[in-house]
C-alpha cells in the first residue's frame, strides 16, 4: 500500500472558513496544541478537527470529548472499524449485496444532507449487522469528508424486510457500543431518524436500544407506516425512484456509492494503520472496552429543530 496521510477527496480548509463564519482558526490551533499533549491520541488532520469543532456548535471542551471518544471508541470496536476494505474484505463486500447504506445526492431544508439504508435481501442467514454497521458508518464518513460540514443529517431507514430472526442475531453489548458511538463519538449533527414500513419488529428493536439511548436519540426518531406520513418532513423527490422520487434507481445509486467506496480504499487502510489510540501513552486512566463502554457517559449535545 502507498503512503497515504490524506484520502481523496475532502474539502478544504480554505472552503470551510467560506461557509462558517463560527470556524476560528485559533480555534483549529488550540485543538491542535492540546491534541499534541495527549500522547495516546494519533495525528489528526486538519479538516478533522473542522467536522469535530463543527458537530459540538464550536464549543471547545466538548469537541475535545468528543475528539478522544471518537478515536478511542473506534480502537475498542475492531468488529466495525477493522478490515474496512471495500474491494478485499469479502464479508464486507457480502454486506453490499445485504443491504443498502447510501447517501441521497439531494440536500433538503437548512441543507440538511441525508443517508439512506434498507434491505436488498432480506433472508436473515445472509445477515451481518455488524458488517452493515460497518458499510453504514464507511457511509457516513466519506460523506462527512467529500461534503463537509453540514447543517445536519437525517438518516432514513425502510424497515421492510426486517425480521425477528434478524433481531435475534444481535448482540446487546454490540448494540450498546454502536449506541455509544453514535451518541458521544461521531462528528456530526443527527437531526432525525425517519423509518420507513414500520411495525411490531420496531418495536422489539426499540426495546433493545432504550437502555444505551439518551433522551435526545430517542426523540429523534420518526416512524412512519407509509410514505404519506413522510412527506410533512421528507421532499419524496429526494428518494429513490421506488419510492417516487427522483434520485434514480436503489441499484444504479448502490453501485455508484460502491466505487466511491473503493475509491477511499486507501484511506480506510491507512486509517486502521495509524487513527487509534495507544493506551499505553494515556496520561489519565487507560481505557478499555468494559470501562468505557460499561457506565453510560455524556451525551453530546443535539439541537432539535
Known amino acids: 500500500m502507498s503512503s497515504v496521510t490524506l484520502p481523496t477527496r475532502y474539502v478544504t480548509i480554505e472552503e470551510e472558513f467560506k461557509r462558517n463564519l463560527e470556524l476560528k482558526m485559533s480555534d483549529l490551533q488550540m485543538l491542535k496544541d492540546w491534541t499534541d499533549k495527549q500522547p ?3 495525528k489528526i488532520e486538519m479538516f478533522y478537527f473542522v467536522l469535530f469543532l463543527h458537530s459540538n456548535y464550536y464549543r ?8 478522544d471518544n471518537f478515536f ?3 480502537t475498542h470496536m475492531p468488529e466495525v472499524f477493522s478490515n474496512r476494505d471495500p474491494i478485499a474484505w469479502k464479508e464486507l463486500r457480502k454486506a453490499f449485496t445485504v443491504v443498502a447504506a447510501v447517501p441521497l445526492e439531494q440536500k433538503i431544508k437548512k441543507e440538511y444532507i441525508m443517508t439512506f439504508g434498507k434491505f436488498l435481501d432480506p433472508d436473515p442467514s445472509k ?3 455488524l458488517e452493515c454497521i460497518k458499510y453504514f458508518f464507511m457511509t457516513c464518513e466519506v460523506q462527512n469528508l467529500i461534503r463537509g460540514t453540514n447543517e445536519g443529517l437525517i438518516v432514513i431507514i425502510d424497515a421492510s424486510g426486517l425480521s425477528f430472526a434478524h433481531i435475534a442475531r444481535l448482540n446487546l453489548m454490540n448494540l450498546k457500543k454502536i449506541v455509544y458511538y453514535i451518541q458521544e463519538a461521531s462528528p456530526i449533527r443527527l437531526k432525525a431518524i425517519h423509518i420507513f414500513n414500520t411495525g411490531p419488529i420496531i418495536d422489539t428493536l426499540l426495546n433493545m436500544i432504550k437502555p444505551f439511548a439518551k433522551a435526545e436519540l430517542l426523540e429523534l426518531m420518526h416512524f412512519h407506516s407509509s410514505l404519506e406520513t413522510a412527506q410533512k418532513f421528507l421532499p419524496i423527490e429526494s428518494l429513490p425512484n421506488e419510492y417516487g422520487g427522483k434520485a434514480g434507481s436503489i441499484e444504479e445509486i448502490v453501485t455508484k456509492h460502491i466505487k466511491l ?3 477511499f480504499r486507501e484511506w480506510f487502510q491507512y486509517d ?3 487513527g487509534r489510540v495507544n493506551e499505553s501513552l494515556r496520561v489519565d486512566k487507560c481505557q478499555n472496552t468494559e470501562n468505557l463502554f460499561g457506565v453510560d457517559g455524556s451525551f453530546k449535545r443535539l439541537e432539535i429543530d
Open 272 to 274: 486502521e494503520l495509524v
Open 127 to 129: 445477515f451481518d449487522y
Open 72 to 74: 478511542t471508541s473506534r
Open 40 to 42: 495516546h491520541l494519533p
Open 261 to 263: 467506496l473503493e475509491e
Open 60 to 67: 471547545l471542551e466538548s469537541t475535545k470529548k468528543t475528539i
